[in-house]
């Protein structure tokens, strides 16, 4: 059967493809967990798993955080990450700039642990509480999904931000960081899926139009 022509000339949506996942391949990169610049004395460690519906960790998902710099800017650090000279391999972040970006892969147990600065909210952003931005990058996602971490240490402000103001008690809590260990350390699990026994809840997953 001929394929039918869409209306106006359109072109038909491609689906998104599920083979691979690729994502240790080329997208890592020798230092993306390391946000903060090398040795800062208020470096924070956010660390924990990323598990699927069944409470199983996820081995080769990726994650990406973004977060405003101190002053609560969004501009990064252009030209801070380093190539090798002659074979153009990416080596790594200079080591001194804060970039605001990282990329971290999770184990063959399906932990990550990223280093950066405390979070900011983003200048222009009145009533925002800070964050870090998340994107998840997982086997068997059509699409990516975009979360939010959020410290127990600006609790005073969780009650103005547009979203956690917006959600009910017990979902707003999967986009909660905890202390865990040591000083300024932080545990972070990601749920793609809520457990049909109740054990977890699925995190809170935003969508952008």
Known sequence: MPPTTPPSGALPVTPSQTIGPFFGHALPFP??????????????????????????PVPDALLEFWQADPDGGLTGAPGSLRRDPVTGAVIGRNGVDFTGFGRVPTDADGRYALHTLPATAPAGCPGAAPYLAVCVFARGLLHHLFTRVYFPEHEAAHAADALLSRLPEDRARTLLARPDGPARHYRFDIHLQGAEDGSHEETVFLAFR
């Open 31 to 56: 230092g993306g967990e390391r946000i903060a610049p090398a040795g800062h004395p208020d470096t924070v460690t956010v660390h924990g798993h990323v598990r699927d519906g069944a409470g199983a």
